[in-house]
């Protein structure tokens, strides 16, 4: 990730090779649980810690965008519902190139995740937010 930390900062985008190296190390199926056609048979923090350590070595933004999926992955596996597990979970077993993120963080002193001040207002088959979040991989 460093030979091309300057770059991706200079071009304000994440290097496309990165992407390439991503899906050859297949790293989101350390994420994916078995059943849904993964490689990671139990939730373990300790394996995702130092993956995250040593990705970071090399840069910490590159690391974080890298992650970001692998983030998402285990924040459905955990707290999504069943439903929600087998729509999601089964699109990063099929195609290794899907990219998600998530914003949690909003602009406030005391930030609360428990707490959102963000709304989510559906109307229709369309989904209309309002509120600010800060700190969005990959935004």
Known sequence: LYTHAHQAD???QFPETIWQYLDELGLNYYALPEAAGGV????NIVSNIL???DLAQGDFSLAAGILSSFSAINAITRWG???IQSR???AFAEDSQLKATFATQENTAAFNPFQLKT???REGN??????QKTLVLLG
């Not at 369309?126 to 509120?131: A, K, R, S």
């Open 10 to 12: 200079h071009d304000a």
């Open 40 to 43: 990671a048979s139990e939730q």
């Open 51 to 53: 993956i995250a350590e």
């Open 81 to 83: 519902s069943q439903s």
């Open 88 to 90: 999601y979970l089964s």
């Open 119 to 121: 709304t989510a207002k």
């Open 126 to 131: 369309h989904f209309y937010l309002d509120g």
